[in-house]
């Protein structure tokens, strides 16, 4: 019997360290290393392991072959199939992340509901709130009636001595995999190994049942899954809820799908009797909107199959500071300095004495660079005092030579901006034709030069767009 080994591993990547230290080598974290026996179970080693016992043979087999059941369970609440990419697959198993209080429960609460009531089994084991409390909350999602069975435990190995009994699950739903523990590992509950045994555990009863598993994670402050982000790695699919505080919507993003597109997301809105599906997130984005006021440009988005059209605020104001202020909420902020950037050096327009602020309505956050055109539209016309259209959309990327460059689903951009009554377009130039109305009124740069001095209204005249823009006050 070899010696117990002591090991630091950091809670953050999951690196093994020998010795302590204030900050983790491998990710740069402080304060993550812990120490964690090694005696036996994971982490011990393959040498350790190999001397336990002799591998057992397993029967090999082909790809062709019959398959049971349909490889999905969708679960008929839209936008969550939608962001699993059609369904619950089968044999799988799903991370769905995110803040504490976001809805990860609720929204799962409701799924397996609505599994059940189609004659699933569902298995829903909270580690983190008491029966009655889960029972409370099924009353007021008004799913109380519903099949789902319910456990309240958090060791791995009576779980899955539990599910075993009966027919097997179609989905199994722990929540959290922080508070998982298995008598394999030998630290505490939430420590990565832990939680990296537990979920291995879990992933290993999914694939050899072909029952679905879906892992509940919080994600700390970061953005990243406390400890267990060296799951993201172990399982097929991970999702994540998010939701900017104050706004009542919520949206499920997925990040990694071994089985779908990665770049879904569905839409709720958090009401009082649960979730509700958003089909239609535009209009919610955009649904505050005031009569055109300088500073703010409608992005025609895209989230990916599905357009979405959404305000960008830009508030530019003279900056009492040596160095100016940047602050942003909804978008990246480096890309605004590459923007800005542009502006300044291609099209004359100086921000260097100025604060920006720039801000995506509704609490949105966009991760497409094809929203440059629409920020440098804000920004000039917060600058000059002059209000963009309000019945026009903006969408392209900006390079640093200041050119416009075409992005893709421009029709399909263009197609829900028609619909919801806009009737003007800036958009970059494509090879495809421009169909609809809206092509008519479609205005189409070649660089940003062309956009700002169409903004400032100088389009045409000969002269540079400064000219105009050094006559603002406060320049
Ligand atoms: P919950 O699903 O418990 O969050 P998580 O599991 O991600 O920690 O959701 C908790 C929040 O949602 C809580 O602040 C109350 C709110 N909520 C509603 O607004 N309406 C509802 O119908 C429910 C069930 C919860
Ligand atoms: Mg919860």
Same mark, same amino acid.
């Given at each position: 019997? &070899?010696?117990?080994?002591?090991?630091?591993?950091?809670?953050?990547? $999951?690196?093994?360290?020998?010795?302590?230290?204030?900050? !983790?080598?491998? !990710?740069?974290?402080?304060?993550?290393?812990?120490?964690?026996?090694?005696?036996?179970?994971?982490?011990?080693?393959?040498?350790?392991?190999?001397?336990? +016992?002799?591998?057992?043979?397993?029967?090999?087999?082909?790809?062709?072959?019959?398959?049971?059941?349909?490889? +999905?369970?969708?679960?008929?609440?839209?936008?969550?199939?939608?962001?699993?990419? $059609?369904?619950?697959?089968?044999?799988?198993?799903?991370?769905?992340?995110? @803040?504490?209080?976001?809805?990860?429960?609720?929204?799962?609460?409701?799924?397996?509901?609505?599994?059940?009531?189609?004659?699933?089994?569902?298995?829903?084991?909270?580690?983190?709130?008491?029966?009655?409390?889960?029972?409370?909350?099924?009353?007021?999602?008004?799913?109380?009636?519903?099949?789902?069975?319910?456990?309240?435990?958090?060791?791995?190995?009576?779980?899955?001595?539990?599910?075993?009994?009966?027919?097997?699950?179609?989905?199994?739903?722990?929540?959290?995999?922080?508070?998982?523990?298995?008598?394999?590992?030998?630290?505490?509950?939430?420590?990565?190994?832990?939680?990296?045994?537990?979920?291995?555990?879990?992933?290993?009863?999914?694939?050899?049942?072909?029952?679905?598993?879906?892992?509940?994670?919080?994600?700390?402050?970061?953005?990243?899954?406390?400890? &267990?982000?060296?799951?993201?790695?172990?399982? @097929?699919?991970?999702?994540?809820?998010?939701?900017?505080?104050?706004?009542?919507?919520?949206?499920?993003?997925?990040?990694?799908?071994? #089985?779908?597109?990665?770049?879904?997301?569905?839409? #709720?809105?958090?009401?009082?009797?649960?979730?509700?599906?958003?089909?239609?997130?535009?209009?919610?984005?955009?649904?505050?909107?005031?009569?055109?006021?300088?500073?703010?440009?409608? #992005?025609a988005g895209m989230e990916g199959t599905r357009p979405i059209l959404v305000e960008i605020q830009a508030l530019v104001a003279p900056s009492p500071l040596g160095t100016p202020?940047?602050?942003?909420?909804?978008?990246?902020?480096?890309?605004?300095?590459?923007?800005?950037?542009?502006?300044?050096?291609?099209?004359?327009?100086? #921000?260097?004495?100025?604060?920006?602020?720039?801000?995506?309505?509704?609490?949105?956050?966009?991760?497409?660079?094809?929203?440059?055109?629409?920020?440098?539209?804000?920004?000039?016309?917060?600058?000059?005092?002059?209000?963009? &259209?309000?019945?026009?959309?903006?969408?392209?990327?900006?390079?640093?030579?200041?050119?416009?460059?075409t992005v893709a689903h421009t029709q399909q951009r263009l197609k829900e901006a028609e619909k919801l009554g806009f009737s003007q377009a800036v958009c970059p130039r494509s090879?495809e034709e421009l169909a609809g109305k809206i092509s008519a009124n479609a205005f189409q740069p070649a660089s940003l030069v062309d956009l700002v001095a169409r903004i400032a209204?100088?389009?045409?005249?000969?002269?540079? &767009?400064?000219?105009?823009?050094?006559?603002?006050?406060?320049?």
């Open positions: 019997m &070899p010696k117990p080994r002591i090991q630091f591993i950091c809670q953050n990547c $999951g690196s093994v360290h020998t010795r302590w230290a204030g900050k !983790c080598d491998a !990710c740069g974290e402080w304060n993550t290393l812990v120490e964690e026996g090694t005696s036996g179970g994971i982490g011990s080693g393959p040498q350790a392991m190999r001397s336990a +016992r002799k591998g057992r043979a397993v029967v090999l087999t082909s790809l062709a072959g019959d398959i049971e059941d349909a490889p +999905r369970i969708a679960s008929g609440i839209s936008e969550l199939d939608r962001a699993t990419g $059609g369904g619950f697959v089968r044999g799988s198993a799903l991370l769905v992340g995110g @803040d504490p209080g976001i809805g990860k429960s609720t929204l799962l609460t409701q799924a397996a509901a609505a599994l059940a009531r189609q004659g699933h089994r569902i298995v829903y084991v909270s580690g983190e709130e008491a029966v009655a409390q889960i029972r409370l909350r099924a009353q007021r999602l008004g799913v109380a009636d519903s099949a789902v069975e319910l456990a309240a435990e958090t060791n791995v190995e009576d779980i899955l001595a539990t599910i075993a009994d009966g027919r097997r699950p179609d989905l199994v739903i722990l929540d959290s995999i922080q508070t998982l523990w298995t008598d394999m590992a030998d630290s505490a509950p939430g420590t990565v190994t832990q939680v990296r045994a537990a979920a291995q555990a879990m992933i290993r009863y999914a694939k050899s049942t072909g029952a679905a598993i879906v892992l509940v994670g919080h994600v700390t402050k970061e953005g990243q899954i406390a400890g &267990p982000r060296v799951v993201e790695h172990m399982v @097929d699919g991970v999702l994540y809820f998010e939701g900017e505080g104050g706004h009542h919507y919520r949206i499920l993003r997925t990040v990694k799908n071994r #089985f779908g597109p990665t770049d879904e997301i569905g839409v #709720f809105e958090m009401s009082d009797k649960g979730l509700r599906e958003v089909p239609n997130p535009s209009e919610l984005f955009l649904g505050e909107r005031a009569a055109a006021a300088p500073g703010a440009a409608v #992005f202020r940047r602050a942003v909420v909804g978008w990246d902020g480096s890309r605004l300095s590459m923007v800005l950037a542009v502006l300044e050096s291609h099209c004359g327009v100086r #921000f260097s004495q100025h604060d920006v602020y720039l801000n995506v309505a509704g609490g949105y956050r966009i991760a497409e660079p094809a929203a440059d055109l629409a920020v440098a539209a804000a920004l000039v016309s917060s600058l000059t005092g002059l209000a963009l &259209p309000a019945e026009c959309v903006y969408f392209g990327e900006i390079s640093l030579s200041g050119a416009v460059r090879g209204g100088t389009n045409g005249g000969g002269k540079q &767009p400064e000219a105009r823009l050094r006559r603002i006050p406060g320049e």
